[in-house]
T-cell receptor, first 115, second 113 residues
Framework: NAGVTQTPKFQVLKTGQSMTLQCAQD?????MYWYRQDPGMGLRLIYY???????DKGEVPNGYNVSRLNKREFSLRLESAAPSQTSVYFC??????????????FGEGSWLTVV | QQQVKQSPQSLIVQKGGISIINCAYE??????FPWYQQFPGKGPALLIA?????SEKKEGRFTISFNKSAKQFSLHIMDSQPGDSATYFC????????????FGTGTRLTIIP
């Protein structure tokens, strides 16, 4: 009963390094999301994927790329990390189409520090 | 452009008291309003949600009040307990096919004995 699983949990990067955050969900959801959480800023959408093979920019996409590898997996890549990307990153998936509401399920987060 | 405004940023309530968190939205196309609860080191989790066809929804000690004309909704936690200490986010989204959630900035709630 894993839900949304994201790795790694913690990562320290040097400025300019690249890395990929991995995310997988086992709930057969069509939609997947990457959010970042910063103090006083709430949860801001970076990228989302409404279905396998499609991706769209969210509120803060600059400096990031995504890949929807298949229905289960949605990765977030930082090509050249900057200190401004120090944040907690959350992957999420959505059971869209449910008349009772759009419940979004979050992973446990990835703490990224760029020095 | 913040479409969902949340207040207060932090809140301290005595055990047994009522905690109230408020949110206001701008987009009249929003028709689903959930509240998420987040404990330290964890991801947010759905707490309770409401659609605008009702003015109030209650689940245990948690109640959402919704005012469509004012474009405001609030979370009330009755008989607040130390275990309720967490960060709470309101959110809003549109109908099917436009299901991205827009979150408020969060309220850090602390319940003191």
């Amino acid at each position: 009963n894993a839900g949304v699983t994201q790795t790694p949990k913690f990562q320290v990067l040097k400025t300019g390094q690249s890395m990929t955050l991995q995310c997988a969900q086992d709930m057969n959801h069509n939609s997947m999301y990457w959010y970042r959480q910063d103090p006083g800023m709430g949860l801001r959408l970076i990228y989302y994927s409404a279905s396998e093979g499609t991706t769209d920019k969210g509120e803060v996409p600059n400096g990031y790329n995504v890949s929807r590898l298949n229905k289960r997996e949605f990765s977030l890549r930082l090509e050249s990390a900057a200190p401004s990307q120090t944040s907690v990153y959350f992957c999420a998936s959505l059971n869209g189409g449910d008349p009772s509401g759009n419940t979004i399920y979050f992973g446990e987060g990835s703490w990224l520090t760029v020095v | 452009q913040q479409q969902v405004k949340q207040s207060p940023q932090s809140l301290i309530v005595q055990k047994g008291g009522i905690s109230i968190i408020n949110c206001a939205y701008e987009n009249t196309a929003f028709d689903y309003f959930p509240w998420y609860q987040q404990f330290p080191g964890k991801g947010p989790a759905l707490l309770i949600a409401i659609r605008p066809d009702v003015s109030e929804k209650k689940e245990g000690r948690f109640t959402i009040s919704f005012n469509k004309s004012a474009k405001q909704f609030s979370l009330h936690i009755m008989d607040s307990q130390p275990g309720d200490s967490a960060t709470y986010f309101c959110a809003a989204s549109g109908s099917f096919g436009n299901e991205k959630l827009t979150f408020g900035t969060g309220t850090r709630l602390t319940i003191i004995p």
